[in-house]
């Protein structure tokens, strides 16, 4: 650890006014209940376990979050794995519920290599196993005596599941599966938890029956010995290397050559072969398998608003302290202008204050869409029930929930996780030049979050699941037979009136502004349905308006989850009258907003005029703005995100941004370093480098 400053610089202060005063000062104008509207995002008791798993955090050395910014990969992931341990050890000792070991882990904020073990492993071993393999695997695994991962992704191949690779042959003769790696692209690729962790991987690969390949299926692989760590023999496994971001998790590589496993390796609560017959045994209800992805893209959904909301918060609070420049129409006597005072600031980060919102009440609505399609899939798979086809593409459109599950889960995870993931960005640079610190907070935020863009599904490429059933919907009400979901009734809105015309009063009432984003969807529906079902246009030349259609789909999705919850009994009970006021602003700011930027789609459908347009443009969106800056600060408050938490400098609750970044800076262990700076010598260095505390 360097020397600390002189006592001359450590009695430095930074020119009046103190972020601390201007901090109170906002707070102090704004009557947002920011207490109970915590509350309502995310109930007293996760608040009051948040506080209580912190304090026990907080006093344990190994989570001390100091050299976050400046130690490199290899010591970075060490002490990622002794952090792991240290969490595992403390929820046994104090005997957390998964929602307390949740909290912790939330708080870390941090990927550690035990992630994909406690995710992704246990839930696969969990869902997809028998009652046999629970035993054999499940338990144990629970009890962190197999450490896992889930292998699917490959080197040459992403998303597309159907185009794996690695392959798993049945063997009758010895009642055996191979895996085996027949080329250099199966090779299992950014798998977490893997690269120098796991023992045991859930390994998805093509299942071959006397020479039929029955498609991908998962089995349970061990890659290493249990005592050694070694990797067994014919498994070539290691890390990936560093990545633009999560580098505290070792994403790792997977090669097999001819591995034998047992038949009881296959998992097989849904699909199985018999070992007498060698036959393949379908599910009896195959859409159950769908489950676990649905439910991992409904919380990402729910998640990106909280993602969100600590790049805001912390763009937020650091604008309302930092002072640049005066308003050219200031009086003359007046100081430098608070950022968050100009217009240019407040449009871009006052936006994303409501789409913080929007994303979480619209990440609630997901997870009640979710748990009612896992209580009406258990009902339907008992004996005497309706049994389901293939899978989700293969539904027929409106059938049931599932197929407006699974198309809502692809299409709202892309809009939520970039809305996040491109909003922690614009919150940087609204941090200006101190934005570009690891200090900051948000870079390596910014960083961490970018895989969630791309895994479980690429953005780009989940948009075209969501298409395909909005097609599949409009032909349904087109031939008489919709049903009564929310994506039905709207197509057949559209439809009895799209001769009328639309006629919505975007301007003066907010059910309005739902039923326009609502009108947009199906009018750009049947314009798709038109060009590939009459024109016979390629599928391939209508992905961009695919692309279009998803984002105006789910856009309108979380316009109208963020209507309902603002306009809901469960908000009028919670907070007062004025916050209630305050939300209903800011959805009329994330709505209209959206609008605006998406003028040419409103107007093409006839949703609206272009004078209304205009009018959101240049009347609405700017009065919120006016309405609802004095709130701002309080409305980043409600998350309850602890400093701790947020390792941020620009973000600090009580605005001491200035001194706590220069007390970052000065403890910086580069400055242990003394640097021989002439070229003619050969040393780089005068002293010895500082050595690793780990």
Known sequence: MPSPPPDWVQALKPADPQGSHLLQEERAQSNVAVDKLGELLHTKDFLDRQDKILSILKSEKVFDKSDNHTLGRTERIQRSLAKAKRLHQLAEQNRWSDAEFHTANDLLSEPTPYGLHATMFLVTLREQGTPEQHKLFYEPAQNYKILGCYAQTELGHGSNVRGLETTATWNPEDKTFTIHSPTLTASKWWIGSLGRTANHAVVMAQLYIKGKNYGPHPFVVQIRDMETHQPLENVYVGDIGPKFGYNTMDNGF????????????????????????????????????????????????LQAGGVLARGVTIATRYCAVRRQFQDRDAKSHEGENQVLNYKMVQIRLLPLLASMYALHFTGRGMQRLYEENQTRMKAASEPGQDKRGAGPEQLR?????????????????????????????????????????????IGPWYSDYLPTLTWEGDNYMLTQQVARYLLKSARAVLAGKGTGNDTSQILQTYLSRRDKGASFDILGNDADIVAAFAWRTAHMTFEALKHRDVEKRSWNSLLVDFWRLSTAHSQYLAVKNFYEAVNSKEVASAVDGATTEVLQKLFRLYALHTLEREASEFFSSSAVTVRQIGLARENAVMKLLDEIRPHAVRLVDAWKIPDWQLDSSLGKYDGDVYPDLFRR??????????????????????????????
């Open 254 to 301: 997977l090669l097999f050559n001819k591995v034998k496993i047992p038949h009881v390796n296959m998992l097989a609560r849904f699909c199985r072969v018999d070992q007498a017959t060698s036959e393949y045994q379908r599910p009896a209800s195959p859409s159950l398998v769908y489950g676990t992805m649905t439910w991992v893209r409904s919380n990402i959904v």
């Open 665 to 694: 800076a000065s403890q910086n262990p580069v400055n242990d370093l003394v640097f021989d700076p002439y070229p003619w010598n050969s040393a780089v260095l005068k002293n010895s480098p500082p050595k690793s505390k780990l």
């Open 397 to 441: 459109a409106g059938a049931d929930l599932l197929a407006d599950l699974h198309a809502t889960s692809c299409g709202l995870k892309a809009l939520a996780s970039t809305t996040a993931g491109e909003g922690l960005e614009v919150c940087r640079r609204a941090c200006g030049g101190h934005g570009y610190s690891s200090f900051s907070g």
